[in-house]
């Protein structure tokens, strides 16, 4: 069936440091979004990215489409930015989301 | 404010109990879909419906029931027939299919 691996699966960062999220999928995308889950359980849209690159703040998403991954950034971490970031994908057609089991990260002050 | 709205918060059921969940938007969104999300786990597709008075069943339909009467409302039931229901229910509805999902605050179901 369709995969959709994140990694790594656990992430702890200083305040301040860079990070780079992972996500690898087994087949062609026609859609891409990464989402950030709160403590809280509240998910946040944060880019919907099925190829290229997009930048928000300090968050920058790539999609290599070709290459089946995608990748998310994250500069100068902040102690929001905790929580769990999941990556999902939707392959030919209109097929409904797949997602992956998520990178959790730890923001320490 | 748009967005979307679920309740309750916390739902407790008892064996043998049919519970449903209320899932609005006001986003004017066509798509709507309904997710349920384990301890440590990634979301998986339970209903998703394109348009009112149509839904279509996800990976994980079994054990439960959804109705579209309304373009803003998307009830899901969890019924007796699902024997592990404990988990956190997130609906999620988009413009249209395949376009970006926006998420509601979820509901924990517990099983008393």
């Known amino acids: 069936g369709i995969q959709v691996e994140q990694s790594p699966p656990d992430l702890i960062l200083q305040e301040g440091a860079n990070s780079t999220l992972r996500c690898n999928f087994s087949d062609s995308v026609n859609n891409l979004q990464w989402f950030h889950q709160n403590p809280w359980g509240q998910l946040i849209n944060l880019f919907y990215i099925p190829s290229g690159t997009k930048q928000n703040g300090r968050l920058s998403a790539t999609t290599v489409a070709t290459e089946r991954y995608s990748l998310l950034y994250i500069s100068s971490s902040q102690t929001t930015d905790s929580g769990v970031y999941f990556c999902a994908v939707g392959f030919s057609g209109n097929t409904p989301l797949v997602f992956g089991k998520g990178t959790r990260l730890s923001v320490i002050a | 404010d748009g967005g979307i709205t679920q309740s309750p918060k916390y739902l407790f059921r008892k064996e043998g109990q049919n519970v449903t969940l209320s899932c609005e938007q006001n986003l004017n969104h066509d798509a709507m879909y309904w997710y349920r999300q384990d301890p440590g786990q990634g979301l998986r597709l339970i209903y998703y419906s394109q348009i009112v008075n149509d839904f279509q069943k996800g990976d994980i339909a079994e054990g439960y029931s959804v109705s579209r009467e309304k373009k803003e409302s998307f009830p899901l039931t969890v019924t007796s027939a699902q024997k592990n229901p404990t988990a956190f229910y997130l609906c999620?509805?988009?413009?249209?299919?395949?376009?970006?999902?926006?998420f509601g605050p979820g509901t924990r179901l517990l099983v008393l």
């Open positions: 999620a509805s988009s413009i249209a299919r395949g376009e970006t999902q926006y």
